[in-house]
């Protein structure tokens, strides 16, 4: 039995509190115990039996722990740089995520440009659980950016980026190039975990250039070896960056050959894919990434959540979250005017996608110059359906 796991099958118990949700989500117009009546109606003696188990199973995912530490859910809201910053998180977390990550910081941002750590580690009262993730390449280093980290923030569990494909990343022998060399990622677990209490965790590709199982596999067990309590697998390599397929093949066969638990990321993008990715990896949670983006409904829809809004999501709500969530840019983002719009539009476009006429919409929010502009142009947006 893994560090950590608790006895019992928490694959099983993941798997359905996702399936469960997913059939939830259909009728979630309804309170619970309406939803449950019309099921109950509806449904046969065997289906009956089934509701019933799974209701049971979904209380017990909440129970996922790593290391004995209580994490509430076996779905996360993914790293993801740039993204989940404090107001994404706040929005997230009002919506159903239960567990979030900071963004992704850079080691010697860490320990000397001192404005962007400030930034990134912003945080207020409810944005917990959560937890870090740390970019780098040199072990010493590493170790006192780890060190730093947890004297300014209380975080669950400390991760280390496997995973980035970017070329500045790359070429810095950070990132996903820590894939090529299990010696120096070996060595960065073995010297953060001997100065720090809580677990360790690493999140990598099924590989760098192509998808190599035996690479794949090696590297998730010298991670294990070196005492990291839990792997975030990514299901592709990092040549395919984030587009292509997810090989859920790959992240199967990491699962399989350790025994610390093992979550999935990609393509979760709604609960059937929550699902699918479960069912045919095997792992014992998800990473919520890109799906989460302009629609934080996604988490109750997949935790199952009787109060978890439908899908697709009625669009006065939407603009209403929307607005929301600009308003914690605005209070919680202290950058540069320029880059506060700039953060405002994009968030903009992710809740608008799919709308009729988006290309104008889409125009004129990119023409937009300050917050007042921007809730002009979504709260025109009703009229114009
Ligand atoms: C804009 C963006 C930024 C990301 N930043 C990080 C990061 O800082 N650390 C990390 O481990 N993964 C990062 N990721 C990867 C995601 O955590 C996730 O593994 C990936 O997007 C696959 O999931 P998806 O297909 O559901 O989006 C990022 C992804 C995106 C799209």
């Known amino acids: 039995m893994a560090a950590g796991m608790e006895a019992g099958s928490l694959k099983r ?72 910053d404090l107001s994404f998180r706040l929005i997230a977390r009002e919506h159903g995520a239960k567990f979030c990550f900071f963004e992704m910081l ?43 980290l947890i004297s300014l923030r209380e975080i669950s569990f400390l991760d280390i980026n496997c995973a980035c494909p970017a070329k500045k990343v790359i070429k810095k022998k950070a990132g996903a190039a820590l894939l090529t060399d299990r010696k120096r990622a070996a060595l960065i677990i073995k010297k953060i975990k001997s100065s720090i209490k809580i677990p360790v965790t690493v999140k990598m590709r099924i590989g760098y250039e192509n998808a190599d199982e035996k690479e794949a596999e090696m590297f998730a067990r010298a991670c294990e070896d070196a005492g990291v309590s839990m792997i975030f697998v990514h299901g592709r390599t990092k040549r395919a960056g984030y587009s292509g397929p997810v090989d859920y093949r790959m992240i199967a066969r990491v699962k399989k050959c350790v025994s610390i638990p093992v979550f999935g990321s990609g393509n979760v993008f709604n609960a059937p894919l929550a699902k699918k990715m479960l069912d045919e990896t095997s792992t014992d949670g998800i990473l919520v990434a890109r799906g989460a983006c302009g629609n ?70 990119c023409r937009s110059k300050n917050q007042r502009e921007l809730l002009r142009v979504i709260s025109s947006i009703q009229a114009a359906i």
């Open 106 to 148: 850079d080691t010697k941002a860490l320990l000397y440009r001192k404005d962007n750590n400030i930034e990134i580690l912003k945080t207020t009262k409810l944005d917990k659980p959560i937890a870090a993730q740390l970019l780098g390449a040199d072990p010493d280093t590493m170790q006192d950016a780890a060190l730093k």
């Open 13 to 84: 118990e993941s798997s359905i509190g996702v399936y469960t949700s997913f059939k939830f989500s259909a009728s979630s117009f309804h309170t619970s115990s309406q939803r449950l009546d019309t099921r109950f109606e509806h449904q046969t003696r065997h289906n009956l039996i089934s509701v019933v188990l799974e209701l049971m199973s979904y209380n017990s995912s909440m129970n996922f722990k790593l290391n004995g530490i209580a994490l509430n859910t076996n779905v996360f809201l993914a790293p993801m740089s740039g993204v989940t």
């Open 296 to 365: 934080p409904w996604i988490f109750k829809n997949l935790e199952g959540s009787p109060g978890g809004a439908p899908l697709p999501t009625p669009l006065n709500i939407r603009k209403a979250v929307l607005k929301k969530h600009l308003s914690l840019i605005e209070r919680y983002k202290n950058i540069s005017p320029g880059g506060k719009i700039g953060s405002m539009r994009k968030v903009s476009m992710w809740y608008l996608k799919g709308i009729p006429d988006a290309a104008s919409i889409r125009d004129r929010l």
